[in-house]
């Protein structure tokens, strides 16, 4: 004797159960793409599910992280020719001033970590500015730019976990030009910038 436990013809779907089944699977999954991945990793919500859940706030901090580490791998791979460019446009970056000459302004920013913070000289073009910045703990990623050439943003110089950099510019055109700096160490950075030179007012923007 032995036993049977082979379901018997009866007892298995039929093809229209089959076909039932794997449509109402799919219709699941659909659901669940629309209403949970899109808003949670890519901040898409066309429902409107996943901002009353807090799933597109989750997909926008993390598109935002994920455009910042793209920003800063970037920035290693630019850097070298930046500054090249920057030269040849005679826009160049060079030594501190002595010692013996005054700074004009002064001005320290906290930082926590991951935050930014922007410092600009308003200035006209080709006039000169003088500068030195330095923190005292951890570091920062910078770039001495501005954003006023034909609408397009223009690079002096960029750095990557730095801790002070010094040297003086030339305006490419009238507008703002300074400084974007981004924690990315792991304790809070306070950095001080003092400046000299020709220009008419140093402010923070954000």
């Not at 699977?25 to 898409?44: F, G």
């Not at 807090?54 to 997909?59: A, I, S, V």
């Not at 490419?172 to 020709?198: K, L």
Request: net charge negative; hydrophobic share 35%; proline share 3%.
């Amino acid at each position: 004797m032995h036993n049977n436990d082979m379901p018997t013809r009866a007892e298995l779907p039929t093809s229209r159960q089959l076909i039932r089944s794997t449509i109402i699977a799919i219709a699941v999954a659909v659901t669940l793409l629309v209403m949970v991945v899109l808003p949670a990793e890519y901040a898409i919500d066309p429902t409107g599910i996943g901002s009353m859940l807090g799933l597109t706030k989750m997909g926008e901090i993390k598109q935002q992280l994920a455009q910042e580490t793209k920003a800063d791998e970037t920035l290693t791979e630019n850097s070298v020719s930046d500054t090249q460019a920057s030269t040849e446009a005679e826009t160049k970056v060079e030594s501190a001033p002595s010692q013996s000459d005054t700074w004009r302004d002064e001005m320290s920013v906290t930082l926590a970590p991951d935050e930014a913070a922007e410092v600009k000289l308003v200035m006209k073009k080709g006039e000169t500015a003088f500068y030195a910045w330095e923190v005292y703990q951890g570091h920062l990623n910078s770039d001495l730019h501005t954003d006023d050439v034909d609408g397009k943003a223009h690079s002096y110089q960029k750095g990557r976990a730095e801790t002070s950099q010094s040297g003086k510019f030339t305006s490419v055109s009238d507008g703002a030009h300074g400084w974007y700096w981004r924690n990315r160490s792991d304790v809070e950075v306070t950095v001080t910038i003092q400046t000299r030179g020709e220009y008419s007012q140093i402010k923070r923007l954000m």
